[in-house]
């Protein structure tokens, strides 16, 4: 792909595939790298059909987040409709050549669903340690934290919503903490991390308060 940097080429390639997934954006080798997923902040199931191919994303439970989808990088913008609750919202999204683009379907204090667009550009790689993101998809958990339970130490800080922050990490199992405006939110979230892959902790809102999502930044087949 045109202008894949040789350090992303390497990040791409220490990344597993996610075969569950739907390629659900046509691209080539003649198209830039872009790569988009998505999430689903919102009470219940949340689904996506794509514009044109008309294939579509169930993203429910455990599955809440969706691999990195390969789409055209550039002006033109990757278009569908998120449905939840019975309600439908079109989507229109630009993920610039190099980016990775995480859409989080939210829900709005009318009850519509609307998108939260957060986006990475990878200059990080190194085989011998995880690399975790925290994004904070939850307008009302301020100044968010992520905090390492076992080790007491703050991993992220002061993570302002629809911000995203991300560091190296040993590979081990870790217990983490969400913390809003440096009160403890909800319960610890447990995970285990592999040496040359990357990860991401969402915060985003449920019924009883902010709530976290692990996710693999794995990309669809």
């Known amino acids: ?5 040789l350090g992303l080429a390497t990040l791409l390639a220490s990344v597993s595939a996610y075969s ?5 954006y046509p691209t080539g080798p003649e198209q830039d790298a872009a790569f988009l997923r998505f999430a689903n ?3 219940g199931e949340l689904k996506l059909v794509a514009d044109g191919s008309k294939a579509s994303l169930v993203l429910n439970g455990d599955k809440a987040v969706s691999a990195f989808l ?17 309600k439908n919202t079109d989507f229109s999204v630009k993920v610039a050549p190099g980016e990775f683009a995480t859409v989080v379907a939210l829900v709005d204090a009318k ?17 011998l340690k995880a690399s975790l993101a925290f994004i904070n998809a939850d307008v009302t958990c301020a100044d968010a934290s992520l905090e390492a339970v076992a080790q007491k130490a703050e991993l992220f800080k002061k993570v302002a919503e629809g911000a995203v922050q ?13 913390k809003c405006a440096g009160a403890p939110v909800g319960q610890p979230l447990t995970f285990t991390l592999k ?8 915060a985003v809102p449920s019924d009883t308060g902010s709530k976290l999502l692990f996710a693999s930044d794995a990309l669809a087949n």
Do not use: C, H, W
């Open 41 to 43: 902040g919102t009470p």
């Open 70 to 86: 390969p789409v055209v990088g550039g002006d033109k913008p990757i278009k569908g409709v998120l449905s939840s609750a019975g």
């Open 1 to 5: 792909m045109k202008r894949m940097t």
């Open 111 to 127: 009850g519509a669903t609307r998108q939260l667009v957060v986006r990475e550009v990878p200059d990080d790689f190194n085989a």
């Open 166 to 178: 991300r560091r190296m990490i040993n590979p081990v199992e870790l217990s983490v903490q969400l």
């Open 195 to 202: 040496a040359g892959e990357r990860y991401s902790v969402l």
């Open 20 to 24: 569950a997934d739907i390629p659900l």
